[in-house]
Structure formats: C-alpha cells, structure tokens
C-alpha cells in the first residue's frame, strides 16, 4: 500500500487548507485512516482518524471544530480539511493507514498504523 499526501502549503493564521490523502491498491475501504503530525522540536502526534466504516471519527483535542476527517473509499482517499488555522499548527501531516482495524468502529491513535505516506508541509504565519 502507497499512500501519497498532498494540499499541504503556507497559509496566515485563520486560513484554511485540506490535505488529500490517495491510497493504492483495492482494500482501502477496510483500513481505518488518521492524519498524524510533526512540528518543529516536537514529536509526531495524532491529529484525527476515522473509522474504516466511516461512521466514527477521532480527533484531538487541539483540533476538535476546526479540523475535519473524511473518506471516499470509491477514490481510495481521505480528506483533512483544516479551518482557523493557527501558528502551532504548523507541521509536516502524515496519513497513515491500519490495515487491520479491531472493529469497523475502531479508530487507534498510536503504534496500530502500518503504512505511512511521506508528509506534506504545513506553515502557518501569524
């Protein structure tokens, strides 16, 4: 599975910005799909994830309103549309993939994901 991230870009604070995430190959549908990111000095954390059945989101907390997960398994891609963008939201974003979720529900936050694509940047100015 190759997953290849893209939309990143620079921004000023309050702006918006979505990341796409396109996968390959035919399982798509039953990975469930996060968004990981890593600023400057700091580690990789979990930004928002969702369910393989699309049903069930996940996000945290620093993101809740602002940042939106979705999928469209027909495309093999998954969507992160960031609105009130803010400085310390300045990353490079993974995607990352679990090819074998616990439920059609589950959505892990950490070491569950097994494919990873290569970053896209994010730099917003204040």
């Known amino acids: 599975v190759q997953l290849q991230a893209s939309g990143g870009g620079l921004v000023q604070a309050g702006d918006s910005l979505r990341l796409s995430c396109a996968a390959s190959g035919r399982a798509f549908s039953s990975y469930a799909m996060a968004w990981f990111r890593q600023g400057p000095g700091k580690e990789r954390e979990f930004v928002a994830g969702i369910s393989r059945s699309g049903i069930t ?54 070491n569950e994901y097994d494919y990873w694509g290569q970053g896209t940047q994010v730099t917003v100015s204040s």
């Not at 310390?88 to 993939?97: G, K, Q, R």
């Open 57 to 110: 989101t996940s996000y945290a907390d620093s993101v809740k309103g602002r940042f939106t997960i979705s999928r469209d398994n027909a495309k093999n891609t998954v969507f992160l549309q960031m609105n009130s963008l803010k400085p310390e939201d300045t990353a490079v974003y993974y995607c990352a993939a679990d090819a074998s979720p616990k439920t059609n529900y589950y959505i892990g936050r950490g």
